[in-house]
T-cell receptor, first 110, second 113 residues
Framework: QKEVEQNSGPLSVPEGAIASLNCTYS??????FFWYRQYSGKSPELIMS????GDKEDGRFTAQLNKASQYVSLLIRDSQPSDSATYLC??????????FGAGTRLTVKP | SQTIHQWPATLVQPVGSPLSLECTVE??????LYWYRQAAGRGLQLLFY??????ISSEVPQNLSASRPQDRQFILSSKKLLLSDSGFYLC????????????FGEGSWLTVV
């Protein structure tokens, strides 16, 4: 089992729709969770972090965490073509070691 | 504010040639520093991390090495490149004040031919 798993996609949604990106992790002691966006040929940039169970909203983005299910997700509301990118889930394990998923490629069609 | 820079942005090197990628962080002190590699269509692979000057931990044994000669400088090197070393190399930093969030540099594209 991979430490951080994401569906590689591609995930395709129409402009204005909600995009839902999912991530599961194996280390039950993980405490911190991050979502990064990576445009093709560029470095990853932080979108948001989440540390507690529940939802955290930042503009059009909502991160959801369920530690019991070892599941973290990212919702993008009112998706725009500029949201088309690969989204990386990152999990900080109990020993402060950060692990990244392979990413989900999102395409938002006009 | 903190910034991170790495260079060169792109390089094409022949097999067997040496490599040096440099990275500097500004606006913070005693950062944790990282080198990652991202092969085409694959996830991020942690190569090296450093918690202080001269303190380097290697995640994957290979023909690459890293050094941290100054607090905010991190260098990735190789004496002889292999074709399999091609990829996107990312320097990154984190600090305790930022909740261990990792921030990436612009990346360096390496093609070994």
């Amino acid at each position: 089992q991979k430490e951080v798993e994401q569906n590689s996609g591609p995930l395709s949604v129409p402009e204005g729709a909600i995009a839902s990106l999912n991530c599961t992790y194996s280390d039950r002691g993980s405490q911190s969770f991050f979502w990064y966006r990576q445009y093709s040929g560029k470095s990853p940039e932080l979108i948001m972090s989440i540390y507690s169970n529940g939802d955290k909203e930042d503009g059009r983005f909502t991160a959801q965490l369920n530690k019991a299910s070892q599941y973290v997700s990212l919702l993008i509301r009112d998706s725009q073509p500029s949201d088309s990118a690969t989204y990386l889930c990152a999990v900080e394990r109990e020993n402060n070691d950060m692990r990244f998923g392979a990413g989900t490629r999102l395409t938002v069609k006009p | 504010s903190q910034t991170i820079h790495q260079w060169p942005a792109t390089l094409v090197q022949p097999v067997g040639s040496p490599l040096s990628l440099e990275c500097t962080v500004e606006g913070t002190s005693n950062p944790n520093l990282y080198w990652y590699r991202q092969a085409a269509g694959r996830g991020l692979q942690l190569l090296f991390y450093s918690v202080g000057i001269g303190q380097i931990s290697s995640e994957v044994p290979q023909n690459l090495s890293a050094s941290r000669p100054q607090d905010r400088q991190f260098i990735l090197s190789s004496k002889k490149l292999l074709l399999s070393d091609s990829g996107f190399y990312l320097c990154a930093w984190s600090g305790t004040n930022e909740g261990n969030t990792i921030y990436f540099g612009e990346g360096s594209w390496l093609t070994v031919v």
